[in-house]
Nanobody
């Protein structure tokens, strides 16, 4: 069974920090390093939007971010633990959303997997 499980969401005051984790499990993730990993978010009444991505490891693992989170959020990966992280600092109420991780296969296929999401709520 293929699973992506996010954790680390919660309720935080403006200016606070949270660290999200996304752990992959299942036979299809035996070569976790061959997946590009991304975080998306969806606020109430809005479409799901891209937040951050990190390339598959053999391509250098470069990261990119949506402009609204640059300098505040950091994505990284630990392939040994089949995990991706999103450190979120200086949070703003506009960051309130359900955060989803996505694993996009780069080598050996084109499968795309999603987690169930974790709620992040930032209050002022």
């Amino acid at each position: 069974q293929v699973q992506l499980v996010e954790s680390g969401g919660g309720l935080v005051q403006t200016g606070g920090s949270l660290k999200l984790s996304c752990v992959a499990s299942g036979r299809t993730f035996n070569d976790f390093s061959s997946y590009s990993l991304r975080w998306f978010r969806q606020a109430p009444g809005k479409e799901r939007e891209f937040v951050a991505a990190i390339n598959w490891s053999w391509d250098g693992g470069d990261a990119r971010y949506v402009d609204s989170v640059k300098g505040r959020f950091t994505i990284w990966r630990d392939d040994a633990r089949s995990t991706t992280y999103l450190q979120m600092n200086n949070l703003e109420p506009e960051d309130t959303a359900v955060y989803y991780c996505n694993a996009q296969q780069v080598i050996g296929g084109t499968n795309s997997y999603w987690g169930q999401g974790t709620q992040v709520t930032v209050f002022s």
